[in-house]
């Protein structure tokens, strides 16, 4: 957490001169993360009076419960000893996140915790993950349940959510590396520079280096196969009341399907009268780029590249529009994730295999819509680099 010298801390500073965790573990946490909590709601102005609720909030259900929610703390360095959590870089089991709504409605601070027991890193992990649902059942006051509807539902969710998503990416991204070799020959380049040490000792990157390393043109990358592979193609909403959108009225309780491969994305933007935009769609309208006719169609990673202040070449994520992972606050929830694993698998293929061109025969970009929008082939020749 960035520095918070200029902020009060009121609402932070009498609560944690009263509220205790009931062991170190507890403690640890509290004293972290409650501070860190304080600073972003009050960084986000925040009524005082709310400011207390939500730390209260973060304190009856993160720090104290029965169990160490968070783990037990980490070792002297601040990272977790024995276990790992998923839900960040640092691998410590909370991640923060301030959500800005429109930009005249005031942002919401939300986090998101993982659930860790006693056992992780010892030999009763297994026992562990069910610790987590141990650990709801007791704050509920009922009795432990694995072999439920809503745990099933869940494990199918995150498969269909999580796995085919990810795997039709990176088919995408295959066929794209095979079919601009001077782009698979710029992202290898690229990879060598960054990954320094890997590049030297004739290694793979490892994974930790993978995930702490900046490599720009690696996202830009990854964001265009996004844009032109288009594996989620619409986001689904239901109106809760009724709305205009564009001139156009929505009673309440539509299907609304807002494609991510049509105009603004893959082909010209419509022409569309400013008079009938809505006051928030006029506010937000400059929030992204807009692509050039000529090039939306063609497959560029540079699109995504900017150079910044001190003149160095950075991922701009706001270069133009694509929403591989949705927006709001059903966005995906496996996004982090997602760039974790493609991130990591794109830089192990590309480090260790040329792909080299195929035959007109099998070369396509046929689609094919499925649960996602897959290519309906990917086939690879690839070439060992030694
Ligand atoms: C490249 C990979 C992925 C893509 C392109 C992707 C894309 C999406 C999209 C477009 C949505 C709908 C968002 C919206 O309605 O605004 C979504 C939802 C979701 N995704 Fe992903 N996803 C990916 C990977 C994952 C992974 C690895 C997980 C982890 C388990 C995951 C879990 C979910 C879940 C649970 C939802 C439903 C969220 C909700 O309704 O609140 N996704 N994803």
């Excluded at 990272?79 to 790992?84: C, G, Q, V, Y």
């Excluded at 794209?176 to 070799?181: E, P, S």
């Excluded at 782009?183 to 995930?211: F, M, Y």
């Amino acid at each position: 957490m960035g520095c918070d010298s200029k902020l009060q801390l009121k609402a932070w500073k009498t609560l944690s001169k009263y509220l205790h965790g009931s062991n170190e573990d507890q403690e640890y946490w509290w004293k972290l993360t409650g501070r860190h909590v304080a600073s972003l709601l009050e960084a986000a102005e925040y009524p005082l009076e709310k400011q207390y609720e939500c730390l209260f909030f973060h304190y009856r259900w993160t720090c104290f419960s029965k169990v160490p929610d968070m783990g037990p703390a980490p070792g002297s360095d601040g990272l977790p000893t024995k276990w790992k959590s998923l839900l960040s870089l640092d691998s410590t089991s909370i991640e923060y996140s301030w959500k800005w709504n429109t930009t005249i409605a005031e942002p919401d601070i939300r986090y998101v915790t993982e659930p860790i027991g006693q056992y992780p890193g010892t030999e009763l992990r297994d026992i562990g993950k069910l610790e987590s649902e141990a650990q709801m059942a007791r704050r509920d006051g009922r009795d432990i349940k694995i072999d439920t509807q809503v745990i099933r539902d869940e494990l199918f969710g995150f498969y269909m959510a999580g796995q085919e998503t990810t795997s039709t990416t990176l088919c995408w991204a295959m066929r794209y590396l095979t079919a601009n070799l001077n782009v698979q020959t710029k992202l290898r380049t690229a990879l060598r520079e960054a990954h320094v040490r890997a590049h030297r000792n004739g290694d793979l990157p490892s994974a930790q280096e993978i995930a702490q390393t900046d490599v720009p043109y690696l996202e830009a990358f990854i964001q265009e196969v996004h844009r032109v592979g288009n594996s989620v193609s619409s986001i689904v909403r239901v109106t809760t009341k009724d709305a205009v959108v564009l001139g156009h009225n929505i009673p309440e309780g539509t299907d609304v399907f807002m494609l991510t491969n049509g105009p603004n994305y893959k082909t010209p933007p419509l022409k569309i009268e400013e008079s009938i935009r809505s006051k928030t769609s006029r506010e937000t309208k400059d929030k992204f780029g807009v692509w050039d006719n000529w090039s939306i169609k063609r497959f560029i990673p540079e699109r995504w590249l900017i150079k910044n202040e001190e003149g160095r070449v950075v991922f701009n994520p706001v270069a133009g529009y694509t929403h591989p992972y949705g927006a709001g606050p059903r966005a995906c929830f496996g996004m982090k994730w997602a760039q974790l694993m493609l991130k990591s698998i794109i830089t192990i293929i590309v480090w260790s295999f040329e792909f080299a061109p195929l035959p007109p025969a099998i070369a396509d970009f046929k689609a094919i819509d499925v649960t996602t929008h897959r290519a309906e082939f990917t086939y690879l020749r690839p070439v060992p680099i030694h």
